[in-house]
């Protein structure tokens, strides 16, 4: 088999069109806030309520939000390339829980989660969909040190050496929805491609790191990617074009 284990790095592109905004890189706006004043640890000292409001109103919109085709295709690979003896390793960038809601089992959140926070004091991490605030006890230890669990700009993303040993073996690599702005990442294909790798990017447009790539596949990724993973299920093969 030539595809045997198979990366999938999804960004915020993959989850727009179940309406859920991309960060604004050219503006460095995200959800019209200055990335410093909610996704830097400085932000949580200066002001915590405002830190807590942000990530409180982005997870109660998740509430109403569904996966589009986009996301059913991966977790339709994850489920059938198995079969064949493979491997499918889903990464994301998303703090969304739209890999989970298509039925994806195992989603690497390398950014973290909207649906969960962590206390600073003890270290635990637990499942939370409400409204959280900074004078919130941690139920665990009791301590009013409770933060979103989202890894800020400036902060080191989770299960690093989960996806290096993964990106080591991989034979495809597949990037949807992202603009390949934000390290490390972004440096997922290089190190990819020096594993030679095959590495496919799917977006509406060449990204600004389009060369890392061996090609793209441009258009919406609702469209595009079922397409690919139909052609990979049926043939074995990566379709290179639409
Ligand atoms: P990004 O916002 O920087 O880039 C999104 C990319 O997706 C762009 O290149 C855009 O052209 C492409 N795109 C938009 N719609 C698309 C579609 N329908 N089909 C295919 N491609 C499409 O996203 P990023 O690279 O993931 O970096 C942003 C950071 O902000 C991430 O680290 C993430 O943690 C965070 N973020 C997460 C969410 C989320 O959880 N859904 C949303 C916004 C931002």
């Not at 290096?164 to 491609?193: D, H, K, N």
């Not at 060369?211 to 052609?231: D, M």
Request: aromatic letters at 10%.
């Amino acid at each position: 088999m030539d595809y045997q284990h198979i990366v999938v790095l999804t960004g915020a592109g993959i989850s727009a069109e179940s309406g859920i905004p991309v960060f604004r890189s050219e503006t460095g706006l995200w959800e019209n806030h200055r990335v410093e004043d909610v996704c830097v640890p400085s932000a949580l000292v200066r002001n915590p309520k405002l830190v807590h409001d942000f990530y409180n109103k982005m997870r109660s919109g998740l509430k109403t939000k569904v996966p589009n085709a986009a996301h059913r295709a991966i977790a339709k690979l994850q489920q059938e390339w198995p079969q064949r003896g493979g491997s499918v390793t889903l990464v994301t960038q998303n703090i969304d829980d739209l890999h989970e809601k298509a039925g994806s089992m195992n989603v690497i959140h390398m950014h973290g989660e909207l649906n969960s926070l962590w206390c600073t004091a003890c270290g635990k991490r637990f499942f939370f969909d409400g409204e959280s605030s900074p004078d919130m006890s941690c139920p665990y230890c009791g301590k009013p040190t409770l933060r979103p669990d989202i890894v800020f700009f400036e902060e080191i993303p989770y299960h690093m050496d989960e996806i290096s040993a993964a990106l080591s073996r991989c034979s495809l690599f597949i990037a949807v929805g992202t603009s390949g702005v934000v390290y490390p990442a972004a440096g997922f294909c290089q190190y990819a491609r020096a594993q030679r790798a095959l590495c496919v990017e799917f977006n509406l447009e060449r990204s600004a790191v389009a060369t890392n790539f061996n090609y793209g596949l441009y258009g919406k990724a609702s469209i595009t990617l079922p397409a690919f993973v139909e052609h990979l299920l049926r043939t074995g093969e990566p379709l290179t074009q639409q």
